[in-house]
């Protein structure tokens, strides 16, 4: 195996699973009401970030994604905290000064508990006005050193987890509210991207799977097509065409929507099978699934860099979600090496593919699983992984190879 040499290798975690929850956001208030083990502080990127990043440049890697904590730079509406600006400046002044273009994300799972308050992303003037604002000012504060921005990471599968299966705070059961989050998360990322364009590139976040009817009833294909409606075709016709869809609230014409991105940027973990009682299996059947969910399918990760090439020509592509949750190195190792050969081959077959992230890189926090389940490339002592020495093996060969 050869990797691409003019792909970006780079990293990335949330910022509670490595430096835990904030006091002003949702998810500590999750953690004290005991719905979520406690995070402390993460995977503790905040004891040696020097160490960290070096270990990070050693092993072969290039870039690094950092989530900018909303809640802790801005603790309530409207103030902004001094000392958590220079913290993150200098966090990510580190990592360049190690060779690491450092990528900046705005908004993970984990949000400001004053903004909840005031209504959250379904609420139009709040949104409207907060949102833009935060951007703004992490654009003026760190814009200098970004190679580049992802501004909300997965906003269809984070609408569900709050508002449909109660993983994530609220933890509501509330298809209307989960469709008006999915919308008003759609109308932020466009915000973001019209307050970052021109500047470092702007990335998507989407998170995607194949999906098919799990039987031959009507419920199921129509279940089916609503998942992929809201996966797939709200945020592509929206990019595409300037046409907002989510299923619930009709389509509407958003015109500043097109185009909205510099790069397409999405996750995959697996691919799913939707009953007509609504009973979700995994597909194909058979594959192993790791204690969090996820079914590691490489011929279905190339399935879906495929159609995202097809859906968005021209478009430059991010995998943002290598990684596996389990204790098994060896097989962490094996699907390292699959979906690396995957994004070989699609570069070979003419795709513009940009970037690959790992995430997390240290065993951490996971959402609602606490430290149980290591998703690392290093362990929390900072050991590397078989599957960290395999990809330091993989990009030093390339790097060589482009040197010749």
Known sequence: MGLPSDVIWGVGASSVGIEGAHPAADWWRWERDGRAPPSGEGAGLAVDFDADFRMLAAHGFTAVRLVLEWARLEPEGGRHDAEAVERYRTMIEVARSHGLQVWLGLHHYSTPGWFVEAGSWADDGIRGRAWPRHVGFCAEAFGDLAAGWFPIFEPAGYAAAAHLHGALPPGRNDPERFARTVRGLHLAARDAYLELRGGPPVVSAHDLQLVRAGDDSPEARNRARTIERIQWHSWIGALRDGVLA???????????????????????????????????????????????????????????????????????????????????????????????????????????????????????????????????????????????????????????????
Not at 256 to 284: E, H, K, M, N, Y
Not at 351 to 359: C, T
């Open 246 to 404: 989510v299923p619930g609230l009709g389509e509407v014409e958003v015109a500043s929507l097109a185009g909205a991105c510099d790069i397409v940027g999405f996750t995959f973990r697996g691919s799913i099978a939707v009953g007509g009682d609504g009973a979700i299996s995994v597909w194909p059947p058979g594959l192993r699934a790791a204690p969090l969910g996820e079914t590691p399918w490489a011929e279905g990760l190339g399935t879906v860099m495929r159609r995202v090439a097809d859906e968005l020509p021209g478009r430059p592509l991010c995998y943002l979600s290598s990684g596996l949750g389990t204790p098994d190195d060896n097989w962490r190792t094996a699907v390292l090496r699959d979906e690396l050969g995957v994004v070989e081959a699609a570069v070979a077959d003419g795709l513009a593919v940009h970037s690959w992230f790992h995430q997390p890189w240290i065993d951490g926090y996971e959402w609602g699983a606490g430290f149980s389940v290591p998703f690392g490339l290093f362990t929390r002592q900072r050991r590397p992984k078989d599957a960290a020495l395999l990809f330091a093996e993989l990009i030093g060969s390339s790097d060589r190879e482009r040197e010749r």
